[in-house]
């Protein structure tokens, strides 16, 4: 399966975006998906995942903030973010992997394909 990660640009402070994530030559069902960031110097962070068939887990420091969701019929997951504040400014990608129980969702070892990422500027 190849993921494509888009919707990343250039926003202010306070406003928003939602990024899209789109499976091809495969599908969602079954699987869970996750979003991770990284910022320049910075390790790759854990964002947000939601696990087959629906459980989802954000990220403590982002609740309120961002919300992922899936729509199967677009073989599509969303991350929505709200209020975006500079330190937000990142590559954020996305990944799919099987058989994730909830607690190993935020790390990056349990997925096993990503996307090429999308960039995401918040200005001051």
């Known amino acids: 399966v190849q993921l494509q990660a888009s919707g990343g640009g250039l926003v202010q402070a306070g406003g928003s975006l939602r990024l899209s994530c789109v499976a091809s030559?495969?599908?969602?069902?079954?699987?869970?998906v996750g979003w991770f960031r990284q910022a320049p110097g910075k390790e790759r962070e854990f964002v947000a995942g939601?696990?087959?068939?629906?459980?989802?887990s954000v990220t403590d420091s982002l609740k309120g903030r961002f919300t992922i969701s899936r729509d199967l019929s677009k073989n599509t997951v969303y991350l929505q973010m709200n209020s975006l504040k500079p330190d937000d400014t990142a590559v954020y990608y996305c990944a799919v992997g099987s058989r994730i129980i909830y607690s190993q969702l935020a790390v990056p070892s349990s997925y096993e394909h990503w996307g090429q990422g999308t960039q995401v500027t918040v200005s001051s």
């Open positions: 030559g495969g599908t969602f069902s079954g699987y869970s």
């Open positions: 939601i696990r087959w068939p629906g459980s989802q």
